[in-house]
């Protein structure tokens, strides 16, 4: 199975503040034919169910403020939140799809300074 | 509007059966996988297994394999997560989540459900 690992497991930021949220893939994710990469990230907030912000690597889910970005290719990903609000107060995963099980990161959590 | 509606929190004791299930709406369901995801309390998503309603494909996380059954209605637009017999380590949030299909591959989740909250106490 791959292993997804996330840094770090939280994060503090000041509102209008840069959050930057790393993931590492035990494998390469990037399938040479399609030269997508097969990473995807999510949001959490507390007691609601995960939400779709990105996916392959960087494509914004439609609804998703511009303010998060996502960068990163074979087994190096990261997520940006540019200029964090109080509403992305939240658990952040990553997760690979390009082999089953489609494992998921231990989640980062994101708090207010 | 795509909608994942799921079954209602369920308390049950060890060693009794269950079936929840999630129920789509506003897409084709037949063309979509349908995946399940548990959440222990305070912890992490773990990706259990995911089913494709058009031809049965299921697969499932080694972890899950053998202690859970998935499975779809397709005339009813339903799929399902089926424990025989719960341990109390079951305890926890499981999410339906739907997946985009790629020459035969499941992608990423695109649209979740409420999750259903099971507890397994004597």
């Known amino acids: 199975d791959i292993v997804m690992t996330q840094s770090p497991d939280s994060l503090a930021v000041s509102l209008g503040e840069r959050a930057t949220i790393n993931c590492k893939s035990s494998?390469?994710?990037?399938?040479?034919?399609?030269?997508?990469?097969?990473l995807a990230w999510y949001q959490q907030r507390p007691g609601q169910a995960p939400r779709l912000l990105i996916y392959?690597?960087?494509t914004r889910e439609s609804g998703v403020p511009d303010r998060f970005s996502g960068s990163g290719s074979g087994t190096d990903f990261t997520l940006t939140i540019s200029s964090l609000q109080a509403e992305d107060v939240a658990v952040y995963y990553c997760?690979?799809?390009?082999?089953?099980?489609?494992?998921f990161g231990q989640g980062t959590k994101v708090e207010i300074k | 509007e795509v909608k994942l509606v799921q079954s209602g929190a369920e308390v049950k004791k060890p060693g009794e059966s269950l079936k929840i299930s999630c129920k789509g709406s506003?897409?084709?369901?037949?063309?979509?996988?349908v995946g399940w995801v548990r959440q222990m309390p305070g912890k992490g998503l773990e990706w259990m297994g995911i089913?494709?309603?058009?031809?049965?494909?299921?697969r499932y996380s080694r972890s899950f394999r053998g202690q859970v059954t998935i499975s779809v209605e397709k005339s009813i637009s339903t799929a399902y997560l089926q424990w025989n017999s719960l341990k109390a380590s079951d305890t926890g949030m499981y999410f339906c989540?739907?997946?985009?299909?790629?020459?035969?591959?499941?992608?990423?989740?695109?649209?979740w459900g409420q999750g259903t909250l099971v507890t397994v106490s004597t």
């Open positions: 989540a739907r997946a985009p299909t790629s020459t035969s591959h499941p992608k990423h989740f695109d649209s």
């Open positions: 506003g897409y084709n369901f037949n063309t979509y996988w």
């Open positions: 089913i494709y309603p058009g031809d049965f494909d299921t």
């Open positions: 494998q390469n994710i990037l399938y040479s034919l399609n030269h997508n990469n097969y």
């Open positions: 392959w690597a960087s």
């Open positions: 997760q690979q799809y390009y082999s089953t099980p489609h494992t």
